[in-house]
């Protein structure tokens, strides 16, 4: 996100402006504040100026959309920013409530610049949605937008605005500019002639200005006005929009313009970012330091003064208006070179990891733009995979956006490449495969399943099986999440058996994985185990860290299950270790989870929650909505042995609204069976009942054998205590028998019970005879 503030060096007047956005701030029926005009006329400036004036008395936070960033970016940024809880699965109606509740939470003016690129004025843009909310349940903060154009709302909603248009600088203000700040001279009747003529615009009155200074000399007088071949000096009564006056006066500018240096200001038109002089002169090699201050004294260009305690050279950027009109008037080869020599630049200044954010990657992100705009959509992909000498997060950018979360910038990526490319091609094929992972880790399964059967189905034709099989996985993962476990094991084997024909040994292990999951899942431990030991085994011998890792959770997993905790946690701490070190946040916060749920079967309740804790905030963090739904059902679960049932329900009741939005069926049985343990323990068994009777229908409709026997033994306990003692006794026969069968822990807790309810059947049969 651009959170830089641009310079603002020449600056007049606009008080009574200034007034009238500190009057709008301090109303509190005034939810959102714009600046509206189209370009030139300074909203931008202004918006720097009012938030000087500000500080320190408000929290200001400020980003330009001079890049069309999507929402999903944006809400991160300012979440992050606002330090409020951020989940990359959230749909954009989620993320639109998580926005105003931080900003309800953390009052601060939000700024938001050139919001024009991502609202259109009466369209449907996520952006014109989270303002109409905005407006309609916002407080505590503000928003301040500057725009060309003005959204449209719906007259109770407007009346929450308050949208100040920009006009042109005042006359005793535009004097001064031209005066003071260009050093122009001239009688007060020839100034005000002059400032009048440009409409008193300010980029104009800067363009011509910086063009007389510079054509004329210092202190001109400004009739020399009439000598430079301008229209709107030269026509009397001459009269147009001052936007079509800025082109006018840019495109005379450039004709000026040696022809060297048109074509270098040409060729600097296609950065995104501002740029230095090693930037510049990698697109022209001729040019040089004194050339860009020219450019930025005619104010074609903004100058960005250096920053030698941050290390930072002295730096330029185009104002948008004038990027627009140079590129218009660009031949379309010399805009391609640029973009050519733009890549060659990014790609010889790629930084090597290990990487923290995603600012560490902006070399390649932009590297990735200029490949798109050449059309080169294979070396595009190749940019996101290739691998950089890294391990885990810092294998390859895919992996760092993968490994840290970045689900939905990952998905705009390659579905750039999809819009892009063409079906025959290999990066074509590949970011289906890539998007069908994307999609399976924001929890929306059957776009991934979608994307995972294109790809699987092109791979077929053309008769690439490596293709096939890993296809195949993706849809395995995404039918075991579904808890369809049949059809997902089905798959595993199917992409197991290809990978084991063609010698591909990451995906042998992987389906491996794949296998003891289900397995897992459907209770069949012995099963599991096997399975992963040959995954660990598989992955150990190939030097697949993360795979590692992963067949230790899952072993990890079993051993929890099976009351092995001591053994259990062995392995979770050596998932953790080696996901942490090769930065694998979603490894790492799987092994808290694991840890968790031991020391909480240890009765060590607070060491429980505390890793509990920490697995809830990663997968905030990350966007692991899946996760966030386990580790509040993790926590209600704990809170409910400490007898804390109401606080217990609340976190379940999370896991539960979580797991039903994105499709987590095992989410919603489990949390349905805790919901009803709480309110068991609070005896009420009716609602309880009802609870684990709807938690059970699901495990049985999925076949997960894990849940099933305490479920039977939570109702045969109901049944008990209501005095229904048939019922209860077949319910608990029922459990025994699958946990004898499972071989877990729960046998102990089912026979105690058992043999209660035979006693209640043996006195009620006495007092009946």
């Given at each position: 996100?651009?959170?830089?503030?641009?310079?603002?060096?020449?600056?007049?007047?606009?008080?009574?402006?200034?007034?009238?956005?500190?009057?709008?701030?301090?109303?509190?029926?005034?939810?959102?504040?714009?600046?509206?005009?189209?370009?030139?006329?300074?909203?931008?400036?202004?918006?720097?100026?009012?938030?000087?004036?500000?500080?320190?008395?408000?929290?200001?936070?400020?980003?330009?959309?001079?890049?069309?960033?999507?929402?999903?970016?944006?809400?991160?940024?300012?979440?992050?920013?606002?330090?409020?809880?951020?989940?990359?699965?959230?749909?954009?109606?989620?993320?639109?409530?998580?926005?105003?509740?931080?900003?309800?939470?953390?009052?601060?003016?939000?700024?938001?610049?050139?919001?024009?690129?991502?609202?259109?004025?009466?369209?449907?843009?996520?952006?014109?949605?989270?303002?109409?909310?905005?407006?309609?349940?916002?407080?505590?903060?503000?928003?301040?937008?500057?725009?060309?154009?003005?959204?449209?709302?719906?007259?109770?909603?407007?009346?929450?605005?308050?949208?100040?248009?920009?006009?042109?600088?005042?006359?005793?203000?535009?004097?001064?500019?031209?005066?003071?700040?260009?050093?122009?001279?001239?009688?007060?009747?020839?100034?005000?002639?002059?400032?009048?003529?440009?409409?008193?615009?300010?980029?104009?009155?800067?363009?011509?200005?910086?063009?007389?200074?510079?054509?004329?000399?210092?202190?001109?007088?400004?009739?020399?006005?009439?000598?430079?071949?301008?229209?709107?000096?030269?026509?009397?009564?001459?009269?147009?929009?001052?936007?079509?006056?800025?082109?006018?006066?840019?495109?005379?500018?450039?004709?000026?313009?040696?022809?060297?240096?048109?074509?270098?200001?040409?060729?600097?038109?296609?950065?995104?970012?501002?740029?230095?002089?090693?930037l510049a002169q990698a697109l022209t090699p001729e040019i040089t330091d004194q050339d860009l201050r020219h450019f930025a004294r005619l104010s074609l260009l903004q100058e960005?003064?250096?920053?030698?305690?941050?290390?930072?050279?002295?730096?330029?950027?185009?104002?948008?208006?004038?990027?627009?009109?140079?590129?218009?008037?660009?031949?379309?080869?010399?805009?391609?070179?640029?973009?050519?020599?733009?890549?060659?630049?990014?790609?010889?200044?790629?930084?090597?990891?290990?990487?923290?954010?995603?600012?560490?990657?902006?070399?390649?992100?932009?590297?990735?733009?200029?490949?798109?705009?050449?059309?080169?959509?294979?070396?595009?992909?190749?940019?996101?995979?290739?691998?950089?000498?890294?391990?885990?997060?810092?294998?390859?950018?895919?992996?760092?956006?993968?490994?840290?979360?970045?689900?939905?910038?990952?998905?705009?990526?390659?579905?750039?490449?999809?819009?892009?490319?063409?079906?025959?091609?290999?990066?074509?094929?590949?970011?289906?495969?890539?998007?069908?992972?994307?999609?399976?880790?924001?929890?929306?399964?059957?776009?991934?399943?979608?994307?995972?059967?294109?790809?699987?189905?092109?791979?077929?034709?053309?008769?690439?099986?490596?293709?096939?099989?890993?296809?195949?996985?993706?849809?395995?993962?995404?039918?075991?999440?579904?808890?369809?476990?049949?059809?997902?094991?089905?798959?595993?084997?199917?992409?197991?058996?290809?990978?084991?024909?063609?010698?591909?040994?990451?995906?042998?292990?992987?389906?491996?994985?794949?296998?003891?999951?289900?397995?897992?899942?459907?209770?069949?431990?012995?099963?599991?185990?096997?399975?992963?030991?040959?995954?660990?085994?598989?992955?150990?011998?190939?030097?697949?860290?993360q795979g590692v890792a992963n067949s230790l959770c899952g072993l990890g997993n079993c051993y929890d299950n099976l009351g092995q905790y001591e053994k259990a946690i062995a392995?979770?701490?050596?998932?953790?270790?080696?996901?942490?070190?090769?930065?694998?946040?979603?490894?790492?916060?799987?092994?808290?989870?694991?840890l968790g749920n031991c020391y909480k079967s240890l009765g060590q309740y607070e060491k429980a929650i505390a890793y509990h804790q920490q697995h809830h905030d990663i997968s905030?963090?990350?966007?692991?909505?899946?996760?966030?739904?386990?580790?509040?059902?993790?926590?209600?679960?704990?809170?409910?042995?400490?007898?804390?049932?109401?606080?217990?329900?609340?976190?379940?009741?999370?896991?539960?609204?979580?797991?039903?939005?994105?499709?987590?069926?095992?989410?919603?049985?489990?949390?349905?069976?805790?919901?009803?343990?709480?309110?068991?323990?609070?005896?009420?068994?009716?609602?309880?009942?009802?609870?684990?009777?709807?938690?059970?229908?699901?495990?049985?409709?999925?076949?997960?054998?894990?849940?099933?026997?305490?479920?039977?033994?939570?109702?045969?306990?109901?049944?008990?205590?209501?005095?229904?003692?048939?019922?209860?006794?077949?319910?608990?026969?029922?459990?025994?028998?699958?946990?004898?069968?499972?071989?877990?822990?729960?046998?102990?807790?089912?026979?105690?019970?058992?043999?209660?309810?035979?006693?209640?059947?043996?006195?009620?049969?006495?007092?009946?005879?």
């Open positions: 996100m651009n959170t830089t503030l641009p310079p603002v060096n020449e600056w007049q007047g606009r008080q009574q402006e200034l007034q009238e956005l500190l009057t709008a701030l301090g109303n509190d029926q005034i939810h959102l504040i714009g600046i509206v005009a189209t370009g030139g006329y300074g909203k931008t400036a202004l918006a720097v100026k009012f938030r000087e004036q500000l500080i320190p008395h408000w929290r200001v936070l400020w980003v330009s959309f001079r890049e069309r960033y999507s929402v999903a970016q944006f809400g991160r940024w300012l979440l992050e920013n606002l330090e409020q809880p951020y989940d990359e699965k959230w749909n954009d109606e989620t993320l639109i409530q998580q926005m105003i509740r931080g900003l309800i939470t953390s009052p601060c003016l939000l700024i938001l610049d050139n919001l024009e690129t991502v609202v259109q004025t009466a369209g449907d843009s996520v952006y014109r949605q989270f303002l109409i909310r905005w407006l309609g349940s916002g407080n505590q903060s503000k928003i301040l937008i500057t725009s060309r154009e003005q959204p449209s709302f719906v007259a109770n909603l407007t009346r929450r605005c308050h949208w100040l248009r920009l006009g042109g600088l005042a006359e005793a203000d535009a004097i001064q500019l031209v005066r003071v700040n260009y050093g122009l001279t001239g009688t007060n009747q020839e100034l005000a002639e002059f400032v009048h003529k440009m409409g008193r615009h300010p980029l104009l009155m800067q363009l011509v200005c910086s063009w007389m200074s510079d054509e004329f000399g210092e202190g001109v007088s400004v009739t020399e006005s009439q000598n430079l071949g301008l229209n709107m000096f030269d026509v009397e009564g001459y009269h147009r929009d001052t936007e079509t006056c800025v082109r006018e006066v840019i495109t005379a500018s450039l004709a000026r313009l040696a022809a060297q240096l048109r074509e270098s200001l040409t060729r600097l038109s296609v950065l995104r970012e501002s740029f230095d002089l090693g960005f003064p250096p920053e030698p305690k941050a290390g930072k050279p002295r730096r330029f950027q185009f104002l948008p208006l004038i990027s627009m009109v140079v590129q218009d008037q660009a031949n379309a080869e010399i805009l391609r070179s640029a973009h050519q020599l733009a890549l060659d630049y990014y790609l010889a200044h790629l930084p090597s990891p290990p990487w923290e954010s995603l600012e560490d990657l902006k070399e390649y992100l932009e590297a990735f733009y200029h490949a798109g705009e050449l059309g080169e959509w294979q070396l595009a992909y190749n940019i996101l995979n290739e691998e950089r000498g890294g391990e885990g997060k810092n294998k390859s950018v895919d992996s760092f956006l993968d490994f840290q979360g970045f689900y939905r910038q990952r998905a705009e990526l390659y579905e750039q490449i999809i819009a892009g490319s063409q079906r025959e091609q290999v990066c074509y094929r590949n970011s289906l495969n890539r998007l069908g992972l994307c999609y399976d880790s924001l929890g929306q399964y059957e776009k991934a399943i979608a994307y995972h059967q294109q790809c699987h189905d092109i791979s077929e034709e053309i008769g690439f099986r490596q293709g096939v099989a890993i296809s195949l996985c993706g849809l395995g993962n995404c039918y075991d999440n579904l808890g369809q476990y049949e059809k997902a094991i089905a798959l595993y084997q199917q992409y197991h058996d290809i990978s084991e024909e063609i010698g591909y040994w990451r995906g042998v292990a992987n389906s491996l994985c794949g296998l003891g999951n289900c397995y897992k899942s459907l209770g069949q431990y012995e099963k599991a185990i096997a399975h992963y030991q040959q995954h660990h085994d598989i992955s150990e011998e190939i030097g697949f860290r392995h979770y701490q050596q998932h953790h270790d080696i996901s942490e070190e090769i930065g694998f946040r979603q490894g790492v916060a799987n092994s808290l989870c694991g905030e963090e990350i966007g692991d909505r899946q996760g966030v739904a386990i580790s509040l059902g993790n926590l209600g679960n704990c809170y409910n042995d400490l007898g804390q049932y109401e606080k217990a329900i609340a976190h379940h009741q999370q896991h539960h609204d979580i797991s039903e939005e994105i499709g987590f069926r095992q989410g919603v049985a489990i949390s349905l069976h805790n919901i009803g343990e709480a309110l068991r323990k609070l005896e009420n068994y009716s609602e309880a009942e009802s609870k684990i009777q709807a938690s059970l229908v699901i495990s049985q409709d999925i076949k997960y054998k894990y849940l099933i026997p305490d479920s039977l033994k939570a109702l045969a306990e109901i049944a008990h205590k209501t005095n229904r003692p048939e019922l209860a006794l077949s319910h608990c026969q029922q459990a025994l028998e699958l946990c004898q069968e499972l071989g877990i822990p729960l046998v102990k807790d089912c026979e105690e019970l058992l043999g209660q309810i035979q006693e209640n059947l043996v006195d009620s049969d006495n007092n009946l005879k």
